[in-house]
């Protein structure tokens, strides 16, 4: 099953009077990037997160996620000043302050809102209780996130088969003109070489015309482009319909549908061909601009 690389998956848990919420959301990115932010006391946890959310089988996106942990306050800590930090945030905050002419509330409540002016030293035995705690609601987070990427995916893939169905139903119409085309040359090669010959008299040399019509069927026929296209679309499906990340394989045969279509519009002596090129070009941008969002 294909699943699109947006998302969106929140949890909320207490555990043993820890209140934990954990969110994760992600956009498409031609790569994968995993931003965790988390309270200061908790950073040991980044390392152990970014693998267990790529057990989920992530490839490619930009994922944010976000912890916030609510201590008890019997938890134990030793809670000290960051006095380097402490000492830059104020002077930032000054600067400010006088840079833009702001009013000079700067007092030590306001200061000691920015938690990370304060350390939060726990104890060893503690970090292994931590990590389980934050694990349980991470992993209820990460199957709502990978649970909405599997729906967006489902409703990305239908989208695209229905276009798909279009541009085949196109190919049959170009494949279906394509002999008028040539027939349509030969009347009025045949029309326009009595007009002008009916002033001398002379009579049509039908075998020229039958040679003439055969070199312009060899110059316009655009059957190898349609059966390269089929090709492309089959190998489309396929990969619609298979398993693991596909985007770039989908992005792909797009590109190549989009080349035989191209090579098809400018053979094309038929005004109908013409137009039904500009149409698969049509649904190819739009299949290409959903399948962006496919990991």
Not at 8 to 37: C, M, P
Not at 41 to 58: D, N, Q, V
């Amino acid at each position: 099953m294909l699943k699109s690389m947006t998302g969106y998956g929140r949890a909320r848990e207490r555990i043993d009077n820890y209140d934990i919420t954990v969110e994760i959301k992600a956009v498409n990115n031609r790569t994968l990037d995993v931003s965790v932010k988390l309270p200061r006391a908790y950073t040991f946890a980044e390392e152990r997160i970014k693998p267990l959310l790529l057990s989920y089988g992530i490839n490619r996106g930009k994922l944010d996620v976000y912890v916030t942990v609510d201590v008890p306050e019997n938890e134990g800590a030793e809670l000290t000043l960051d006095a380097d930090y402490a000492g830059q945030y104020v002077e930032a905050l000054r600067r400010l302050r006088d840079e833009f002419g702001l009013p000079d509330d700067i007092t030590t409540m306001k200061v000691a809102e920015n938690r990370d002016v304060f350390t939060v030293t726990k104890k060893e035995d503690d970090l292994e209780a931590d990590w389980e705690r934050i694990k349980t609601v991470l992993v209820k987070a990460a199957e709502k996130f990978d649970a909405a990427r599997a729906a967006e995916g489902a409703r990305l893939v239908a989208d695209v088969k229905t276009k798909l169905d279009t541009v085949a139903g196109i190919v049959d119409d170009i494949e279906s003109r394509a002999g008028d085309a040539v027939k349509e040359y030969e009347t009025r090669l045949l029309k326009k070489l009595k007009e002008t010959l009916s002033e001398t008299g002379a009579s049509v040399d039908e075998s020229r015309v039958i040679t003439e019509c055969a070199i312009f069927a060899d110059r316009v026929a655009t059957d190898e482009e349609t059966v390269r296209l089929r090709s492309h679309i089959k190998a489309f499906r396929d990969t619609l319909d298979g398993d693991g990340p596909a985007g770039r394989n989908l992005d792909f045969w797009c590109q190549e549908m989009n080349r035989e279509a191209n090579t098809t519009g400018s053979k094309a002596q038929n005004a109908e061909i013409t137009a039904d090129v500009v149409a698969i070009k049509c649904e190819l941008e739009k299949i290409r601009e959903q399948i962006q969002n496919i990991e």
